[in-house]
């Protein structure tokens, strides 16, 4: 977690500024325009299409959560992440999976921890003493705030939190759909009725991020409730922007040669195309090998970085590969080209 005094966005951002003339801590200020918000993610690294920024800007003027779908790779998580660092606030992370339940992403009781206060009430003569009182004080203390496991979205929720975190749901596609059933309380009242307990409600509203890799349709119900922003690849521009961001070592040749390329694979047939995440990763290794342009042999070497599908790399390999790489050789120079007109 960033530390909110040493963020370096704050300074950036008009609401940061504000708060320093009014010597108050920028902790919690919200950016101050589309611009700003995009400046305040540039500024840490995270490069955002415009489309992003703009429903980003909103879902946090507008307090309601947002819903992101998009290939996997594409940077969905990582926005909650730098928003959490953008806004100084804690990162509440809930990873959907199958079988995930209300005792795994809200609240839980303390089954044995009730159970030796039971037993500590019978050896104590109370509650085993038959009078009705003790009995129904131990049974009311047996259901309070001591006895209760604060999950993920109850968490996200707790009054008691100093600031509203950042509430990440991702990947919600993984989980079983009666699921997002549970998620509807939460994300249209901020709140979540126990019904041994009552009702726990936000002092402040949680910034929720949700995100899907679109392996099925998200509910009606849920997308009601949210912005939604479809995380597309990014452009040939944007991804050199990305690279530059990420990984400054990177020469620019290679750069401009490295993304020409992934995007040339972006436009086949694949059965997984390579994401943002590939980008980098595949960056990363040229580093390592000392690359300074691609060239064939690397390539067909390096593939089993960017393609983890054994058919889409039979598809890749030999003749195609070489198609390819000629093609983003092209497309790199006419990149330099324009950079220099
Ligand atoms: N717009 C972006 N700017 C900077 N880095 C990005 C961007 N999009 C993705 N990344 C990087 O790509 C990687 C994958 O992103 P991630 O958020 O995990 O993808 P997703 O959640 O969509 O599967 C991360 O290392 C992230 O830092
Ligand atoms: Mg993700």
């Given at each position: 977690?960033?530390?909110?005094v040493?963020?370096?966005?704050?300074g950036?951002?008009?609401?940061?500024?504000?708060?320093?003339?009014?010597?108050?801590?920028?902790?919690?200020?919200?950016?101050?325009?589309?611009?700003?918000?995009?400046?305040?993610?540039?500024?840490?690294?995270?490069?955002?299409?415009?489309?992003?920024?703009?429903?980003?800007?909103?879902a946090?003027?507008?307090?309601?959560?947002?819903?992101?779908?998009?290939?996997?790779?594409?940077g969905?998580?990582?926005?909650?992440?730098t928003l959490?660092?953008?806004?100084?606030?804690?990162?509440i992370?809930?990873?959907?999976?199958?079988?995930?339940?209300?005792a795994?992403?809200?609240?839980?009781?303390?089954?044995?921890?009730?159970?030796?206060?039971?037993?500590?009430?019978?050896a104590?003569?109370?509650?085993?003493s038959?009078?009705?009182?003790?009995r129904?004080?131990?049974?009311?203390?047996?259901?309070s705030?001591r006895?209760?496991?604060?999950r993920?979205?109850?968490?996200?929720?707790?009054?008691?939190?100093?600031?509203?975190p950042?509430?990440?749901?991702?990947?919600?596609?993984?989980?079983?759909?009666?699921?997002?059933?549970?998620?509807?309380?939460?994300?249209?009242?901020?709140?979540?009725?126990?019904?041994?307990?009552?009702?726990?409600?936000?002092k402040e509203?949680?910034?929720?991020v949700?995100?899907?890799?679109?392996?099925?349709?998200?509910?009606?119900?849920?997308?009601?409730?949210?912005?939604?922003?479809?995380?597309?690849?990014?452009?040939?521009?944007?991804?050199?922007?990305?690279?530059?961001a990420?990984l400054?070592?990177?020469?620019?040749?290679?750069?401009?040669?490295?993304?020409?390329?992934?995007?040339?694979?972006r436009?086949?047939?694949?059965?997984?195309?390579?994401?943002?995440?590939?980008?980098?990763?595949?960056?990363?290794a040229?580093?390592?090998?000392?690359?300074?342009?691609?060239?064939?042999?690397?390539?067909?070497?390096?593939?089993?970085v960017?393609?983890?599908?054994?058919?889409?790399?039979?598809?890749?390999?030999?003749?195609?590969?070489?198609?390819?790489?000629?093609?983003?050789?092209?497309?790199?120079?006419?990149?330099?080209?324009?950079?220099?007109a």
């Amino acid at each position: 977690m960033s530390d909110p005094v040493v963020n370096p966005v704050l300074g950036l951002n008009g609401a940061g500024r504000l708060a320093d003339q009014l010597g108050r801590s920028p902790v919690g200020m919200l950016p101050s325009s589309i611009d700003d918000t995009q400046a305040s993610l540039l500024a840490l690294g995270y490069v955002p299409e415009r489309s992003l920024a703009t429903v980003v800007y909103l879902a946090l003027k507008l307090q309601r959560p947002v819903l992101l779908e998009g290939e996997p790779g594409t940077g969905k998580t990582e926005i909650a992440k730098t928003l959490a660092a953008m806004l100084g606030r804690p990162l509440i992370r809930l990873q959907c999976h199958e079988g995930l339940d209300l005792a795994g992403a809200a609240y839980e009781w303390n089954y044995a921890r009730q159970m030796m206060e039971i037993r500590l009430a019978e050896a104590g003569g109370q509650g085993g003493s038959g009078h009705a009182a003790d009995r129904d004080a131990l049974a009311a203390e047996l259901f309070s705030a001591r006895f209760l496991i604060k999950r993920a979205l109850l968490q996200a929720i707790d009054p008691a939190n100093p600031v509203a975190p950042v509430l990440l749901i991702d990947e919600l596609d993984r989980a079983d759909e009666p699921f997002e059933a549970f998620l509807l309380e939460v994300l249209s009242d901020f709140q979540i009725t126990i019904p041994e307990f009552g009702t726990v409600k936000a002092k402040e509203p949680p910034i929720v991020v949700l995100t899907s890799n679109r392996t099925r349709e998200i509910h009606d119900a849920v997308k009601r409730r949210c912005l939604y922003h479809w995380v597309d690849f990014p452009t040939v521009k944007r991804e050199l922007q990305i690279l530059e961001a990420r990984l400054p070592q990177v020469g620019r040749e290679l750069a401009r040669e490295i993304v020409a390329f992934i995007q040339g694979l972006r436009k086949l047939d694949l059965y997984k195309l390579p994401g943002i995440a590939e980008t980098l990763e595949w960056s990363r290794a040229l580093l390592e090998l000392d690359a300074m342009v691609l060239d064939p042999e690397l390539v067909q070497q390096t593939l089993g970085v960017l393609l983890k599908y054994q058919d889409d790399i039979q598809r890749v390999h030999g003749s195609e590969a070489a198609r390819l790489l000629e093609e983003a050789r092209v497309a790199a120079r006419s990149l330099q080209d324009a950079a220099r007109a």
